[in-house]
């Protein structure tokens, strides 16, 4: 069945330092990904689409310069918390939709938890 | 603007016993309602996916409803087991698109 990884699955970082998160489709193709950031017993929150090939759309609300989205292949996505901060700290997961399936529904892939010091 | 709501917040039941989840959500224009299974620190897991055309879907022990027009989903599940126990969380999406809509989630408990 389709496949969303994502890299690292937990990181620890200083505070004004920048991480980047890998999402990787790992048996299909991916012109979308989705980025969602979830706070401790809140719901997941949607922080912007990635889309293959431009630039990424952001939710209402999610600094663009803060959270980089690249998605420079049909099978990964990356999103960069530039300058992280405490208030960063959350688990970032990532979906992609496996269309053809006639659900398309969306994959999501295991998390990446980041705790900022 | 969805939104999507979540009744009640946990529950604690004991082992065998058949318990529903509420999801209810304010924009009937809903394409697709989803559930999802989250253990801690973990990411989502599938479990039932409702088109706006479909009423219900079963798997296995599981069972999902929808009634767009009051706005609310259901999630049966019989005969819990310890294993059941995680964070059940709702999701509605709208218009063909894949972007979901959540909501906070409830938190299972099955004692043995």
């Known amino acids: 069945g389709a496949v969303v990884s994502q890299h690292p699955s937990w990181v620890i970082c200083k505070s004004g330092t920048s991480v980047k998160i890998e999402c990787r489709s790992l048996?299909?193709?991916?012109?979308?990904m989705f980025w969602y950031r979830q706070f401790p017993k809140q719901s997941l929150m949607l922080m912007a689409t990635?889309?293959?090939?431009?630039?990424?759309?952001?939710e209402q609300g999610v600094e663009k310069d803060k959270f980089l989205i690249n998605h420079a292949s049909l099978t990964l996505s990356t999103l960069t918390v530039t300058s992280a901060h405490p208030e960063d700290s959350s688990f970032y997961i990532c979906?992609?939709?496996?269309?053809?399936?006639?659900?398309?529904?969306?994959?999501f892939g295991p998390g990446t938890r980041l705790t900022v010091t | 603007k969805q939104e999507v709501t979540q009744i009640p917040a946990a529950l604690s039941v004991p082992e065998g016993e058949n318990l529903v989840l509420n999801c209810s959500f304010t924009?009937?224009?809903?394409?697709?309602l989803q559930w999802f299974r989250q253990d801690p620190g973990k990411g989502l897991t599938s479990l039932l996916l409702?088109?706006?055309?479909?009423r219900e879907q079963t798997s296995g022990r599981l069972n999902a409803s929808l009634d767009k027009s009051s706005g609310r989903s259901t999630l049966y599940i019989a005969a819990s087991q310890p294993g059941d126990s995680a964070t059940y969380l709702c999701?509605?999406?709208?218009?063909?698109?894949?972007?979901?809509?959540f909501g906070k989630g409830t938190k299972l408990t099955v004692n043995p």
């Open positions: 979906s992609a939709p496996v269309i053809g399936t006639g659900d398309d529904l969306a994959q």
């Open positions: 048996d299909f193709q991916a012109t979308t």
């Open positions: 990635s889309n293959e090939g431009s630039k990424a759309t952001y």
């Open positions: 924009d009937s224009a809903i394409y697709n």
């Open positions: 409702i088109q706006s055309s479909q």
């Open positions: 999701a509605g999406a709208q218009g063909g698109s894949e972007k979901l809509v």
